[in-house]
């Protein structure tokens, strides 16, 4: 708020009769928002004395304000991103008090299109929610748009593009983007998993709550894990061991399955303490 400004101007005794926000004059409880413009205003006659001005330029002041703004912005984004989530499961009917018995506000892990939050069942089990982003499918559409019009472009004026038909790669990119923002389809796929390897004893896929899952919101088990990358004092045999797990695995993906993980990157492969490859 501008009263950060006021107190800032008046920490040395300086007198502010108000302030102005983009040449516009506003009462101090008014809510500064990114890119506005704040002037302190004092009375006729006199200015900032100069031993304020010596101090607002220090690295210390800098880094008060800085810090104090990033803090607020911390809240806000806090306060944005819990209305948000609330938001999105009452739309998707899964309304959080109803349905959870806790669920944690900070996203374990984020991405794209959603981010994915802890959360305990009112039935007791432990789970992991998927939750879109708000409005994430309108911005695709607007992306895709000026993607259509930049392949266009391309095709019309750099002949040595259009062996490559742009056109088509767009379209592609736009049918399967449309399927990454449908996450029934994505819990389907991972259910065609669990079903196959549900009595496995060396690898485990997270079962999905169907009953909490909706094309916006996905629920399913929590997997307590380390990325591959990043678990330490393995033996050599057991590096073997956990690469011979994956590498079967989508052996088996491609010719038994025929489902397979297209983006096996570490952060998508866990090992659990029990030693199984999630």
Partial sequence: PVDFAYDVHTELGNLCVGAKVNDKMVRLDYKLKSGDRCEIQTRKGQHPHKDWLDSVRTPRARSKIKAWFSKERREEAIDAGRESIARQMRKAGLPLQKIFAS???????????????????ITGHVVAVKV???NIGKIFEKDVELLYYLAEQAEQ???????????????????YT???????IEAKNID?????????????????????????????????????????????????????????????????????????????ILLLKNGKVA
């Fill in 192 to 268: 065609v998993f669990f079903q196959h390897y549900k009595y496995s004893p060396h690898i485990k896929i997270p079962q999905v709550y169907w009953d909490y899952t909706t094309q916006r919101v996905l629920t399913m088990q929590y997997l307590d894990g380390k990325k591959i990358s990043d678990a330490q004092n393995l033996t050599l045999e057991q590096k073997r061991r956990i690469a011979m797990l994956v590498y079967r695995s989508f052996i088996t993906q491609f010719f038994d399955i025929h489902v397979f993980h297209a983006d096996p990157h570490p952060g998508n």
């Fill in 178 to 184: 449309k399927k990454e923002l449908d996450y029934k």
């Fill in 157 to 175: 004026y750099l002949p040595e593009v259009r062996t490559f038909k742009p056109k088509r790669i767009v379209e592609e990119f736009e049918a």
């Fill in 103 to 121: 669920f944690d506000e900070k996203p374990i892990a984020s991405a794209s299109v959603g981010q994915v939050h802890k959360a305990v069942l």
């Fill in 132 to 134: 879109q982003r708000p």
